[in-house]
């Protein structure tokens, strides 16, 4: 088990730039996170303060990777509210050059140009002339320590490698003979990113000599929870309960926790959108029987209440239910009675039986008529938090057999429990990156023949 360390990273969005991510250091190893840190091309800012600014724009997902990497080091990890929603955003670049990549396709390019502009900055590669066609950016230039050249296209983060040559003799000559009169000596001026990039990573107002502020928390219903990190989760849950085996699809997506008895599995798919399908669970009689009940919970599900629901999992129990078990008033009932005791308002809408928080910010929903066609294993349960269930922050669905026992947690969970939240300030307005990023170059490589992963 690796020995937890004294150092407490807490990421955070940059107060003044659409994408960077700060990074706030205490305790008394703060100082091994920090060089963890520079090691993933964080930037130190001000004492215990290391900023990470990109051109690719991409700083959310990578401080996420960061996140998860000091967790495995045992340094403890913060990742405040609203940058965690920017994690969990899906957004695309505007006019992007490749269209045909799909999202993580167009990560490893834009990583690719991040690392050609690392190595210009960090004098690895040197540019030996540029030129500019009208539409975008030509380079040559030789990496100090192969001698290799390359001829790069491009700029900011569709820059990329069009060519090598064996010496910087052979490069000039063919970048010459390309461009002629538009040949210029030296790198290209530095783009507004670039330069917005470089101005980040070389002040240090950040908190050197004000720190930042503690955030204002307050008690709020577990369904009101922040979303967490549910990856984090589900290796919490696995590292804890040895009867459930891990196994990653090839395409690194997606995460399968099957029970040793092959009768009760936990499918958690990376990266998905707030609204859509994140995890499902599905239970069986036997390993090569159809499935009794199954669960499903959206990206944005907080916490707090899959943290609950993967409890009462690890229970045996929890699961086996008989297929023939016939779903009554008096089941419902037995399901529901925490939020009535809790004094949610019970509520019958012609085929919907609803219970809502005396709030109105969430509910609970059991369908009749599904209920009426058990063989089908249809959605029969809703359980969300929102304005309702057609426009729900987060829901949980399940199928009719789906236990007893686990929906009662549920709606203790529900109906009982808080937790701290970050006091959300007057929303504000942000621009996401699609929008405000500078328009990127016109397409010139050609479409590869296959995707590569």
């Known amino acids: 088990m690796t020995p937890a360390i004294d150092a407490h990273v807490r990421l955070d969005t940059h107060p003044t730039h659409p994408s960077a991510v ?14 963890a840190l520079e090691a993933a091309d964080w930037s130190v800012a001000a004492t215990n303060v290391l900023v990470l600014a990109r051109i690719d724009h991409e700083e959310p997902y990578w401080a996420n990777d960061a996140a998860t990497q ?38 490893e390019v834009s990583n690719q140009a991040q690392k050609i502009h690392d190595d210009i900055r960090r004098g690895h590669l040197l540019i030996h002339a540029h030129a500019d066609d009208g539409e975008t950016t030509f380079a040559v230039g030789t990496y100090l320590h192969t001698g290799k050249s390359v001829y790069l296209r491009g700029e900011d983060h569709t820059r990329q490698v069009a060519d090598t040559f064996d010496s910087p003799a052979q490069a000039l000559l063919a970048f010459e003979k390309a461009h002629g009169t538009d040949m210029h000596p030296g790198p290209a001026p530095l783009t507004p990113t670039e330069l917005a990039a470089c101005k ?17 928390m307050e ?54 959108p707030a609204h859509e399908t994140a995890w499902t669970v599905a239970a ?13 919970a959206t990206g944005a599900t907080p916490a707090p209440v899959l943290q609950d629901l993967l409890i ?10 008989a297929i023939d078990t016939p ?26 039986i609803r219970w809502t928080s005396p709030d109105g910010a969430a509910g609970v929903q059991f369908e009749a008529f599904t209920a009426q ?19 729900a922050t987060w829901t949980i669905t399940a199928s009719l057999h789906t236990p007893s026992s686990l929906l009662t947690g549920l709606s203790e969970t529900l109906a009982h429990q808080t937790c701290m939240h970050e006091v959300q300030p007057g929303r504000e307005h942000r621009t996401r990156l699609a929008n405000s990023a500078p328009a990127a170059p016109a397409a010139t490589a050609s479409r590869p023949s296959s995707r590569s992963r």
């Open 284 to 296: 069986y009689e036997t390993p090569v029987s159809d499935r009794m009940w199954h669960l499903t």
């Open 219 to 272: 008690t709020v219903p577990v369904y009101l929870a922040d979303t967490g990190d549910h990856d984090a989760l589900l290796d919490t849950f696995l590292t804890t309960h040895g009867e459930f085996e891990r196994w990653r699809t090839w395409s690194d997506d997606t995460t399968h926790a099957i029970h040793e008895s092959q009768t009760l599995r936990i499918e958690r798919i990376h990266e998905t």
């Open 327 to 352: 779903v009554d008033d008096r089941t419902v009932a037995a399901a529901t009675q925490p939020l009535s005791d809790a004094g949610w308002k019970h509520t019958v809408d012609g085929r919907w």
């Open 373 to 391: 066609h058990p063989s089908q294993n249809l959605v029969t349960w809703t359980i969300w938090a929102g304005p309702g269930p057609d426009r």
């Open 22 to 35: 700060t990074a706030v250091l205490t305790g008394t190893q703060a100082r091994v996170a920090a060089m």
């Open 200 to 216: 980040l990573r070389t002040t240090s107002d950040l908190g050197a000599t004000k720190p930042l502020p503690r955030p204002e």
């Open 312 to 321: 009462h999992l690890a229970d045996a129990d929890g699961w086996d239910t």
């Open 70 to 107: 000091l967790r495995a080091d045992g340094i403890t990890v913060e990742i405040t509210p609203r940058l965690q929603k920017t994690i969990d955003e899906d957004w695309a670049w505007a006019e992007h050059p490749m269209p045909w990549l799909t999202r993580s396709e167009i990560r």
